[in-house]
């Protein structure tokens, strides 16, 4: 009887605690000020350095360029850049090396999809990530 008491009396003071749980989809999580989410490129700054497909440790980064079509003007344009988000670790080293903060990375880290083809992301989608930029990232 004495166990039946202790037990009521945890249940009933457990249900006037504050919750701990989220309704996640309905409500947006409150993240650190430091999280690392998904990428997000400005392809207008980019100079096609190379810097980024070069540090990355999983090497999911392709970038390709080309000369730029004025003859007047040095460098190169971008012409294609991908990320492979299924082997990406969001380490965050491709925005800490590039010279022209063309990367940055954001607060979204939602990617879940039901295929392995769609976590393949080119230059358009992740030029148009614009969702949960950093303040400290916003141009």
């Not at 965050?92 to 039901?114: G, H, Q, R, S, W």
Request: glycine residues 4%; aromatic residues 8%.
């Amino acid at each position: 009887m004495r166990g039946l008491a202790k037990g009521l009396t945890y249940t009933l003071n457990s249900l006037t605690k504050k919750k701990v749980t989220y309704d996640y989809p309905n409500e947006a999580l409150a993240l650190p000020d430091r999280f690392r989410g998904i990428q997000k490129f400005y392809p207008e700054k980019c100079i096609v350095c190379n810097q980024c497909a070069a540090i990355c440790p999983t090497d999911c980064i392709e970038l390709t360029g080309k000369k730029h079509p004025d003859p007047a003007k040095k460098g190169k344009i971008i012409d294609t850049y991908d990320i492979n988000f299924e082997i990406c670790i969001l380490c965050d080293l491709c925005t800490e090396v590039c010279p022209t903060e063309a990367i940055v990375m954001t607060n979204n880290f939602e990617l879940a999809e039901y295929s392995r083809d769609q976590l393949f992301k080119n230059l358009e989608w992740l030029d148009e990530n614009d969702e949960n930029i950093r303040e400290e990232n916003k141009v």
